[in-house]
């Protein structure tokens, strides 16, 4: 199968599938930052703006810019009515539309690995944030497992329709994440994992909520429909989960922080 490029085009299915994992990870992440209030931020890759809703409810931020390059993402995330304080722009990672030194603090959630080049995201993020300024992600351990659908992508491989890749798929792990804060400058960087669970009413709710995820919707579009079948209960097996029992998913995810000097 050839690795498409994974598209997020739909903010309401993205926030059932994913906007609740990284809120829950978000929570752990924030309280860990520690971020004082009346700060200027910019949310890179802010998507639905699952992420950057939490910065407004629990940070006091002065300002947030959140930047994606998906319009219906941004459509979404305008529709949350967080005030004046957040403006949603259409933007890249690879160019921050900021001048250098103009916020306080660069955030990207489940973002590095969607960067086309991290060590150019990280740069960027380090230049438009002040000196003394903090420059901090977090995101899931794609290469270990940590993927909230993991055991979905594990039936994929099993059956032979490898899920679509992300760009960066390295950036997820722990030891790459702290050579890209270490390679960009940043000084007193601190790492750790967030490990989170989520409950799903059923395995059908699971499954409904887990095939709206893009990298899984791009293989099984292009898989026979008859694979489908076979493809869900080997997810069930592999998550052990009865019929009708509610389903307890695991995720992890990494995080770093770091300040420009
Ligand atoms: C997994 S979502 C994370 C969204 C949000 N930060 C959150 O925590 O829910 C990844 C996001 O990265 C965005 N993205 C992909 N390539 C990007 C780039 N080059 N620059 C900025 N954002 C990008 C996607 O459009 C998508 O909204």
């Given at each position: 199968m050839t690795n498409q490029p994974v598209r997020f085009s739909d903010g309401a299915g993205y926030e059932q599938m994913m906007g609740i994992w990284s809120r829950s990870v978000g929570e752990i992440f924030l309280d860990w930052v520690r971020p004082a209030a009346g700060k200027l931020w910019i949310d890179v890759g802010c998507g639905s703006g699952a992420f950057s809703q939490l910065i407004a409810e629990r940070c006091a931020p002065a300002s947030i810019l959140g930047i994606d390059p998906s319009e219906s993402q941004l459509d979404f995330a305008r529709?949350?009515?967080?005030?004046?304080i957040i403006r949603f722009e259409v933007g890249d990672a690879m160019a921050l539309p900021l001048d250098d030194h103009s916020v306080d603090i660069s955030v990207a959630a489940l973002v590095v690995h969607f960067m086309p080049d991290p060590t150019k995201g990280i740069a960027e993020m380090k230049r438009v944030t002040s000196p003394g300024g903090t420059v901090a992600a977090y995101g899931w351990d794609l290469l270990n497992g940590g993927f909230p659908y993991e055991p979905l992508h594990q039936a994929m491989r099993e059956l032979g329709l490898p899920p679509s890749e992300p760009p960066s798929p390295q950036a997820g792990d722990a030891a790459e994440l702290m050579r890209l804060w270490t390679e960009a400058g940043l000084t007193r960087i601190d790492a750790r994992d967030i490990p989170v669970t989520r409950s799903f009413s059923n395995f059908e709710d699971y499954w409904t909520t887990a095939i709206k995820a893009p990298r899984i919707k791009i293989a099984l579009e292009a898989t026979a429909p008859d694979t489908v079948p076979n493809l869900k209960d080997r997810v069930r097996t592999n998550l052990g989960a009865d019929i009708d029992a509610s389903v307890t998913a695991t995720a992890r995810a990494n995080a770093i922080c770091g300040n420009v000097a």
């Open positions: 529709t949350r009515g967080l005030g004046e």
